[in-house]
């Protein structure tokens, strides 16, 4: 194995000599649907806790509010509404907008009623057109479909369309095997993003990008594109054949556009582009059908002699210094080994299963393997990495981060779980997958350096799937150890980890004693709200209900880390009148219980809204918590 790891790296260089460009654009073929919805209004149980009450000495005191976290602008993405999964571009899940809080709470369930082959529901990310406007996705067995919805009241359907999804069996919901592998695939669309004007870029499942513009909340069906990158990918001999059917290809994971209007990709294998949006929006593809150019490249060469170093322990100088470079083996041979093993074994291939983050001088990318700084040269037409950064690839390979090659209990794949943070223009944070117990790596922007590695957690119970939330100097991560299988209990050690930063040192250091009570938050992302002064979880009740830990939306104070209040939706038995086949119901969540689990967000995180409300994806559609008070 080591042989082939060193004829691995020694080929990244062959193939990222290419430059990979698109001829045609399809229109997408528009697949109407009688989409079947209904919005029911949730029994809400909120209130607050002891702790809380007794150190504001028993009066019914909100937490302060918070400065406002500075953002940047980004000129092709929303500026005050989100447009993304992690509340901006930078993925700091802050937000500046008010949470809700459990005066006159009020929370609606948007149901799906699609059921057999159509059957959908949970909506993973929301974006919003404008404050009474919103798109998601609703991800179904055989499609997904994209809705334009009415929030101002109670939710409605304004539009929607099918475009093609992940093409899952009923089957793959009964057995636990097939259904941790259908939760592990993070590709399909949930990383879309709605651009500044308006245009929604979703990636597809497998090879397609598609562009849908909205006007006057509805889809602009005669401007729909499908973007077919294989063709790209094949020119650069990367096309990953060989694959077991039920894995399937190289599956797009997210979209993002940079600070020049560049529309970034990555992909599951480890293949990155830009597509090159620039003469897209001015339309000529509508008279002769043609497309923006591409660039494809593969994530594996960059940094490329800095891991042979780290995976063997000797320094090289060029490519011709390896021993086994000048073996004389043909060009044939060598490509297929390095598909075979480098590609396609999900033991060794260098794979990307999160989002990324945009910055005004970078795109950061995380393998499961190492962290990037990338930037797309205009001149060249080449993604290369920022000088500083590959300096310090080649000199410290500090963006290497520690990692034992398992797949930890609670991550999706063999790697970081985290989406990168940018903390303003300082810092790059995310965790990694070091063996027993993970670490917080925390890297300068400028030049990739390692600022700090803190240990996350307790040993042996330490895991993160979460993106990291970034608040002018301080940083929180949930524990998802043990998160497993999204349908059942999941017993986890959960936790909330806070690291402020010294001024004096310059490093950061754990809160002790923050929070004051253990928070398990296993499941979505945790956000904080800077005008409600307290970061939101949304994990289970405390204590069960005929032995079912019900959902809630718990908020934590952010300077004391004690648990503030809580709005908990509620169905009686029988309430929530699924109309999907029992069969369906006992193979996904089992019968008892069915009205309280169909709560469960399922690895979906949360977005903040308009007016005092969070959206958060659950079973059969999602949630919406609103209040109309503010503290």
Same mark, same amino acid.
């Given at each position: 194995?080591?042989?082939?790891?060193?004829?691995?790296?020694?080929?990244?260089?062959?193939?990222?000599?290419?430059?990979?460009?698109?001829?045609?654009?399809?229109?997408?073929?528009?697949?109407?649907?009688?989409?079947?919805?209904? $919005?029911?209004?949730?029994?809400?149980?909120?209130?607050?806790?002891?702790?809380?009450?007794?150190?504001?000495?028993?009066?019914?005191?909100?937490?302060?509010?918070?400065?406002?976290?500075?953002?940047?602008?980004?000129?092709?993405?929303?500026?005050?509404?989100?447009?993304?999964?992690?509340?901006?571009?930078?993925?700091?899940?802050?937000?500046?907008?008010?949470?809700?809080?459990?005066?006159?709470?009020?929370?609606?369930?948007?149901?799906?009623?699609?059921?057999?082959?159509?059957?959908?529901?949970?909506?993973?990310?929301?974006?919003?057109?404008?404050?009474?406007?919103?798109?998601?996705?609703?991800?179904?067995?055989?499609?997904?479909? =994209?809705?334009?919805?009415?929030?101002?009241?109670?939710?409605?359907?304004?539009?929607?369309?099918?475009?093609?999804?992940?093409?899952?069996?009923?089957?793959?919901?009964? &057995?636990?095997?097939?259904?941790?592998?259908?939760?592990?695939?993070? &590709?399909?669309?949930?990383?879309?993003? =709605?651009?500044?004007?308006?245009?929604?870029?979703?990636?597809?499942?497998?090879?397609?990008?598609?562009?849908?513009?909205?006007?006057?909340?509805?889809?602009?069906?005669?401007?729909?594109?499908?973007?077919?990158?294989?063709?790209?990918?094949?020119?650069?001999?990367?096309?990953?054949?060989?694959?077991?059917?039920?894995?399937?290809?190289?599956? =797009?994971?997210?979209?993002?556009?940079?600070?020049?209007?560049?529309?970034?990709?990555?992909?599951?294998?480890?293949?990155?582009?830009?597509?090159?949006?620039?003469?897209?929006?001015?339309?000529?593809?509508?008279?002769?059908?043609?497309?923006?150019?591409?660039?494809?490249?593969?994530?594996?060469?960059?940094?490329?002699?800095?891991?042979?170093?780290?995976?063997?322990?000797?320094?090289?100088?060029?490519?011709?210094?390896? *021993?086994?470079?000048?073996?004389?083996?043909?060009?044939?041979?060598?490509?297929?080994?390095?598909?075979?093993?480098?590609?396609?074994?999900?033991?060794?291939?260098?794979?990307?299963?999160?989002?990324?983050?945009?910055?005004?001088?970078?795109?950061?990318?995380?393998?499961?393997?190492?962290?990037?700084?990338?930037?797309?040269?205009?001149?060249?037409?080449?993604?290369?990495?920022?000088?500083?950064?590959?300096?310090?690839?080649? $000199?410290?390979?500090?963006?290497?981060?520690?990692?034992?090659? $398992?797949?930890?209990?609670?991550?999706?794949?063999?790697?970081?779980?985290?989406?990168?943070?940018?903390?303003?223009?300082?810092?790059?944070?995310?965790?990694?997958?070091?063996?027993?117990?993970?670490?917080?790596?925390?890297?300068?922007?400028?030049?990739?350096?390692?600022?700090?590695?803190?240990?996350?957690?307790?040993?042996? &119970?330490?895991?993160?799937?979460?993106?990291?939330?970034?608040?002018?100097?301080?940083?929180?991560?949930?524990?998802?150890?043990?998160?497993?299988?999204?349908?059942?209990?999941?017993?986890?050690?959960?936790?909330?980890?806070?690291?402020?930063?010294?001024?004096?040192?310059?490093?950061?250091?754990?809160?002790?004693?923050?929070?004051?009570?253990?928070?398990?938050?296993?499941?979505?992302?945790?956000?904080?709200?800077?005008?409600?002064?307290?970061?939101?979880?949304?994990?289970?009740?405390?204590?069960?209900?005929?032995?079912?830990?019900?959902?809630?939306?718990?908020?934590?104070?952010? *300077?004391?880390?004690?648990?503030?209040?809580?709005?908990?939706?509620?169905?009686?038995?029988?309430?929530?009148?699924?109309?999907?086949?029992?069969?369906?119901?006992?193979?996904?969540?089992?019968?008892?219980?069915?009205?309280?689990?169909?709560?469960?967000?399922?690895?979906?995180?949360?977005?903040?809204?308009?007016?005092?409300?969070?959206?958060?994806?659950?079973?059969?559609?999602?949630?919406?918590?609103?209040?109309?008070?503010?503290?």
């Amino acid at each position: 194995m080591i042989r082939f790891l060193i004829i691995y790296f020694s080929l990244f260089a062959y193939f990222m000599t290419g430059e990979l460009r698109a001829q045609y654009c399809n229109p997408f073929e528009i697949e109407e649907t009688d989409f079947k919805s209904e $919005t029911r209004m949730v029994k809400v149980n909120a209130g607050w806790y002891p702790s809380w009450l007794e150190h504001r000495e028993g009066q019914l005191k909100y937490p302060e509010p918070l400065p406002p976290l500075k953002k940047w602008n980004h000129p092709f993405m929303k500026d005050k509404l989100p447009s993304a999964m992690h509340e901006d571009s930078y993925a700091s899940d802050i937000s500046n907008m008010q949470g809700p809080i459990p005066e006159n709470a009020t929370v609606q369930y948007f149901q799906v009623r699609e059921k057999g082959k159509e059957f959908s529901g949970m909506c993973p990310s929301f974006a919003f057109v404008d404050e009474n406007t919103m798109v998601t996705l609703s991800f179904g067995r055989t499609n997904t479909t =994209l809705l334009i919805l009415d929030i101002e009241n109670k939710i409605k359907v304004l539009d929607a369309i099918k475009i093609p999804g992940r093409g899952h069996t009923a089957m793959e919901l009964a &057995s636990k095997k097939a259904r941790m592998a259908l939760f592990r695939n993070t &590709s399909g669309g949930a990383y879309f993003f =709605l651009s500044k004007e308006n245009d929604v870029i979703i990636p597809g499942p497998e090879y397609s990008i598609f562009y849908i513009p909205i006007k006057n909340r509805r889809f602009e069906r005669d401007r729909m594109l499908q973007y077919d990158i294989l063709e790209e990918i094949e020119k650069g001999d990367l096309l990953v054949e060989g694959l077991k059917a039920k894995e399937g290809r190289n599956k =797009l994971t997210a979209v993002m556009p940079d600070g020049e209007g560049n529309i970034w990709y990555t992909s599951k294998m480890g293949v990155i582009g830009v597509i090159d949006l620039k003469n897209f929006r001015r339309g000529d593809y509508q008279n002769k059908g043609l497309c923006p150019k591409t660039y494809s490249f593969y994530i594996g060469g960059f940094g490329l002699l800095r891991k042979i170093e780290h995976f063997f322990g000797k320094k090289y100088d060029k490519l011709e210094d390896l *021993e086994f470079y000048k073996e004389g083996m043909s060009d044939v041979e060598y490509r297929r080994l390095f598909r075979e093993f480098f590609m396609l074994d999900p033991d060794t291939r260098e794979e990307i299963q999160n989002s990324f983050a945009v910055g005004p001088d970078g795109v950061y990318i995380v393998s499961n393997i190492a962290l990037y700084k990338l930037r797309f040269n205009d001149q060249t037409k080449t993604i290369e990495m920022d000088p500083k950064w590959e300096e310090t690839f080649r $000199t410290l390979g500090d963006q290497i981060y520690p990692n034992d090659g $398992t797949q930890k209990r609670g991550h999706l794949n063999d790697g970081s779980g985290t989406t990168p943070t940018l903390m303003d223009n300082r810092f790059v944070i995310i965790a990694d997958n070091d063996q027993g117990q993970i670490n917080l790596n925390i890297y300068s922007q400028e030049d990739g350096q390692l600022v700090n590695r803190l240990p996350l957690f307790e040993k042996d &119970s330490s895991a993160c799937e979460n993106s990291v939330v970034a608040y002018r100097n301080s940083l929180f991560i949930g524990n998802t150890y043990n998160y497993v299988d999204p349908f059942d209990f999941n017993d986890t050690p959960g936790g909330i980890d806070r690291y402020d930063l010294n001024p004096e040192s310059g490093k950061f250091e754990k809160v002790e004693n923050w929070p004051v009570e253990h928070v398990d938050a296993k499941t979505a992302t945790p956000k904080m709200s800077t005008k409600t002064g307290v970061i939101y979880v949304y994990n289970r009740h405390e204590e069960s209900d005929d032995g079912h830990y019900d959902w809630q939306l718990t908020a934590l104070d952010y *300077e004391t880390g004690r648990k503030v209040f809580y709005i908990r939706p509620e169905f009686g038995k029988g309430e929530f009148n699924d109309n999907i086949f029992f069969l369906m119901k006992s193979f996904s969540l089992g019968m008892k219980n069915y009205d309280k689990k169909v709560f469960n967000n399922i690895w979906a995180t949360y977005t903040f809204g308009p007016n005092n409300s969070i959206y958060i994806g659950a079973y059969r559609g999602f949630l919406k918590f609103s209040s109309d008070t503010k503290p």
